[in-house]
């Protein structure tokens, strides 16, 4: 069903699309926001309701407001994401092919790591197999940096991880490429990269930091909710309302 938008679903569809991503504090600021300027009704707990009705306008040009979790924060973020191509090649207009190639790589390096993460160093040794064109050290290094600007990676103290963008927008894609590779979180559901895994072997659920942080906050001793084994990982602290605009 089509419901129409107001003044106020423009609003907040044009700070999406200047933005690309930001975090439920954010998006409820903007909700606020949008109604107030327009004098239309607002109703703080119908965030998603006023998402529905810009989707339903968005679903013919295959655009959509899609809600994800971050996993480094545990906080919920809402993205702009293109539905039309199903994969890397959405990102063709702005990355060369052996830029697309090396993100790739890069990719399955994150997907097949425990950690979720990818060393810088990996990744430049990657560089130098790449069937496209080969990219230099510096070049590498240049490509990394705007595919953090560009919210598809980010890093911390030298390994890179799928952005929060990312991993909302590419889902779909990377599922089917990595059907075998891809675990969910055992709390929270969504697909896992950052996260603990179970070390029994024939267990090894998995588990988002944040969602350990919430899961086992206030248990004496952790245990794991599927084989009741010790979980011998160190529990991260609750991080969940620290804001982090630019994931
Ligand atoms: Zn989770
Ligand atoms: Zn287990």
Redesign the pocket.
């Known amino acids: 069903m089509t419901r129409p938008m107001g003044d106020s679903h423009r609003r907040f569809l044009q700070a999406m699309m200047a933005n690309g991503i930001v975090d439920e504090p954010g998006a409820k600021t903007l909700h606020q926001h949008s109604c107030e300027t327009h004098n239309a009704h607002y109703a703080h707990d119908r965030l998603d309701e006023f998402i529905e009705v810009i989707n339903s306008q968005l679903q013919p040009m295959f655009m959509q407001i899609r809600k994800g979790m971050s996993e480094d924060n545990g906080l919920q973020y809402y993205a702009l994401v293109n539905m039309a191509e199903t994969d890397v090649t959405r990102m063709s207009s702005d990355y060369a092919d052996n830029e697309l190639e090396l993100f790739r790589k890069t990719m399955d390096l994150i997907v097949g790591s425990e950690t979720g993460t990818a060393s810088s160093t990996d990744i430049l040794n990657s560089a130098d197999s790449l069937q496209t064109k080969k990219l230099k050290k510096s070049e590498t290094e240049h490509l990394l940096s705007r595919l953090v600007l560009d919210r598809w990676l980010s890093e911390k103290r030298g390994d890179y991880t799928l952005s929060t963008r990312c991993i909302i927008e590419m889902e779909p894609y990377i599922r089917t490429m990595y059907q075998d590779q891809v675990k969910v979180c055992h709390i929270c559901h969504n697909i896992a990269f950052q996260c603990q895994i179970?070390?029994?072997p024939t267990?090894?659920?998995k588990i988002h930091n944040p969602c350990v942080a919430i899961y086992f906050k206030g248990r004496s001793e952790p245990r794991?909710?599927?084989?009741?084994?010790f979980?011998p990982h160190e529990i991260p602290e609750v991080r969940r309302l620290q804001s982090q605009p630019r994931r």
Do not use: A, F, S, T
């Open positions: 179970c070390e029994k267990c090894g659920i794991c909710p599927v084989c009741d084994d979980w």
